[in-house]
T-cell receptor, first 119, second 115 residues
């Protein structure tokens, strides 16, 4: 079981370029979550997706950021026209169930993260 | 919405010392709380979780945490730390009852264990 796979592990972009971060969830997991960790800060929720659906994007910046989880292939977090403030570690997590509206929350399994540096 | 706060940003201690990391949450309903650890250069790993039942939960690597409902706390403890416990520790819980797996994380506590 390969766990949650994220790539690239490190990505360097110049201001104005695009960044694409990929996440393959654990086998059997159909729920994907993206978190961002800014330097010296905790993890902040960005977006929650199921296959072909965005369930909750309340943590996504209104512009330049988008996420998808197609029927086939990994989930992708896309940042257009990157700025220095986008430099952060982006973590993906997956779970087998969504837990929406339930009394409990399922355990998330995290990937190793993708560290984006914007020059 | 629930918030999760961790008291200490940095903790430095020697091997064999006892460790306690504070975590407070704001949500008053049914809570599910987690402690995750991030070793240098690695991904977040689950240390332990509380869903219900015994408020004292045991996790991996000798860690435990106690859920105290009256204090809205879920502090992490380890009686005797090792150098390999050097890591960043995050407390987390659901953002709200309806949030399911959408977790709110505390700001993290960096623990440095000196050999």
């Amino acid at each position: 079981n390969a766990g949650v796979m994220q790539n690239p592990r490190h990505l360097v972009r110049r201001r104005g370029q695009e960044a694409r971060l990929r996440c393959s969830p654990m086998k059997g997991h159909s729920h994907v979550y993206w978190y961002r960790q800014l330097p010296e800060e905790g993890l902040k929720f960005m977006v929650y997706l199921q296959k072909e659906n965005i369930i909750d994007e309340s943590g996504m910046p209104k512009e330049r950021f988008s996420a998808e989880f197609p029927k086939e292939g990994p989930s992708i977090l896309r940042i257009q026209q990157v700025v220095r403030g986008d430099s952060a570690a982006y973590f993906c997590a997956s779970s087998p169930f969504g837990g929406q509206g339930s009394a409990g929350a399922n355990v998330l399994t995290f990937g190793a993260g993708s560290r984006l540096t914007v020059l | 919405a629930q918030s999760v706060s961790q008291h200490n940003h940095h903790v430095i201690l020697s091997e064999a010392a006892s460790l306690e990391l504070g975590c407070n949450y704001s949500y008053g309903g049914t809570v599910n709380l987690f402690w995750y650890v991030q070793y240098p250069g690695q991904h977040l790993q689950l240390l332990l979780k509380y869903f219900s039942g015994d408020p004292l939960v045991k996790g991996i690597k000798g860690f435990e945490a106690e859920f105290i409902k009256s204090k809205f706390s879920f502090n992490l403890r380890k009686p005797s730390v090792q150098w390999s416990d050097t890591a960043e520790y995050f407390c987390a819980g659901p953002a709200s009852k309806a949030a399911g797996n959408k977790l709110t994380f505390g700001g993290g506590t960096r623990v440095l264990v000196k050999p």
